[in-house]
């Protein structure tokens, strides 16, 4: 849960960053330092840069967990669910077989 909180303050400070660099870009606007298509295009980028960041923060961290997970030797979902499709299929067979119809092969 440690790493959950971090990566949660981290994208709510990303948040606050976002707000704030709009707001100083209208502020430049405003004083005539840039022009509004200048603006819009420093914003713009800004905001592909920090996309660009977030993508990498969340590659990283998937690599992360998987890298904890096989340390941990924990089952990863589609191990899970092929182990569940596994037990529902033998399931049905004992039941079938408890009702006398026999083995399938």
Not at 20 to 28: A, S, T, Y
Not at 39 to 57: F, H, S
Not at 68 to 91: C, F, G
Request: aromatic share 4%; hydrophobic share 40%; no cysteine.
């Amino acid at each position: 849960m440690i790493l959950f909180n971090i990566v949660r303050k981290a994208l709510m400070a990303g948040f606050g960053v976002q707000e704030r660099v709009k707001e100083f870009i209208d502020e430049l606007v405003k004083k005539g330092e840039l022009s509004e298509i200048q603006g819009a295009k420093l914003l713009r980028e800004w905001m592909d840069k920090a996309e660009d960041t977030r993508k990498e923060i969340n590659k990283s961290l998937s690599e992360l967990v998987a890298k904890t997970l096989e340390v941990m030797h924990l089952p990863t979902r589609d191990e899970i669910e092929r182990i569940d499709k596994k037990v529902q299929s033998l399931s049905a067979r004992v039941k079938k077989i408890e009702k006398g119809g026999g083995t399938e092969e």
